[in-house]
């Protein structure tokens, strides 16, 4: 084998990793994130949604579910008094209306993704929770009873 040839091959294959390595980071941004949920609850992502904007979240609140828009509120007292800002809009599609009806007015656990509408926005609520994963029934606790003598 020529020394030239040899040297010319490995300078191509030491720019062709460096080139790999390099291009890395920038294709690891590009890929597709996890899907793993931040777990969180309602008081942090009502103080600062933006902080949570196009990520996935896990969260627990009071479903409202109406025909002018579906929504989840930190409390059933938050909706009865209509603090707005303490909710955020859900896009439910007609299926999960329809399966998640039951729940309706009702603690649960709802998985989405949060749009945050940012801290200047005069928006009525927080955000929106979009392509919602998971709607799930959530008892709220309930401290035992004392007991009488």
């Excluded at 040297?7 to 191509?12: D, M, R």
């Excluded at 609140?61 to 707005?84: K, P, T, V």
């Excluded at 009702?106 to 989405?112: E, F, I, K, L, R």
């Amino acid at each position: 084998m020529n020394m030239r040839f040899a040297t010319k091959c490995g300078a191509i294959s030491l720019s062709v990793v460096l080139l790999v390595f390099a291009a890395g980071p920038r294709l690891s941004k590009s890929a597709p994130r996890s899907s793993k949920p931040i777990v969180i609850g309602m008081i942090p992502l009502l103080a600062a949604p933006q902080k949570y904007d196009g990520k996935v979240i896990q969260t627990w609140g009071f479903l409202n579910l109406r025909y002018e828009g579906d929504s989840l509120w930190l409390h059933r007292e938050d909706l009865q008094a209509s603090l707005l800002k303490d909710s955020f809009a859900l896009q439910l599609t007609q299926k999960q209306r329809e399966q998640f009806k039951g729940l309706n007015h009702t603690y649960v656990m709802v998985q989405g993704t949060l749009h945050s509408k940012g801290p200047d926005d005069d928006s009525l609520d927080s955000g929106t929770i979009a392509q919602v994963t998971l709607v799930h029934g959530w008892t709220p606790f309930v401290p035992f009873e004392t007991k009488k003598k």
